[in-house]
């Protein structure tokens, strides 16, 4: 899927380094509800399973790639597949803090909304994000979600509890 400046694309055996370092970036791990190091067998054998459906497995994953540098910069994810309901979760990362704030999050944040509303018909998509989250909480307010609630000490972290916000979008042609 290619949008804008940027291209989602599946998941490819090169991957295997990039998702290594990332999984495994211990910086990321409270916000991906992370508390230990993925292997890269662990990995590799999810790879191998990621040309599976949506609808087998209720998630999918795909890597951010900037066009004009050829460079994959981050993932985007759509967990919690609900069929019945017609919803799913959705994670993002820009791992390189290079390319974070020059709008490539919003890029793959909008082109995987309509995939997922124009391609999987859902009804609505939702985010959970750490309140101190102020880049993550500003990039879902500018793509179109809306604060849906808010989940007090929710996550233990090193210093103590945060609360974690929802949003959602529903689905704008419905």
């Known amino acids: 899927m290619k949008c804008e400046k940027i291209k989602l ?13 990332w999984e495994n970036n211990d910086s990321y791990w409270v916000i991906s509800n992370t508390v230990a190091p993925f292997s890269k067998y662990t990995l590799k ?25 050829k460079k994959t910069i981050g993932t985007i994810d759509i967990f919690d597949f609900d069929p019945f309901h017609m919803r799913a979760g959705i994670g993002i990362l820009i791992a390189d803090e290079a390319h974070r704030r020059k709008g490539y999050a919003s890029m793959a944040l909008k082109c995987l909304t309509s995939y997922c509303f124009k391609t999987l018909l859902l009804h609505q998509l939702y985010c959970n994000i750490l309140a101190n ?3 993550s909480i500003d990039l ?3 793509v ?11 996550v233990k972290a090193a210093d103590g509890y945060l ?3 929802m949003f959602q979008m529903i689905n704008p042609k419905e």
């Open 45 to 69: 054998r999810y790879m191998e399973n990621s040309h599976k459906s949506i609808y087998e497995t209720g998630q999918l994953r795909l890597m951010i790639d900037i066009l004009d540098e």
């Open 163 to 165: 609360d974690e916000y």
């Open 9 to 21: 694309r599946a998941l490819e055996p090169e991957d295997l380094e990039l998702l290594y370092d």
């Open 140 to 142: 879902f307010k500018k």
């Open 144 to 154: 179109g979600f809306t604060q849906a609630g808010i989940k007090k000490d929710w």
């Open 133 to 135: 989250n102020c880049e």
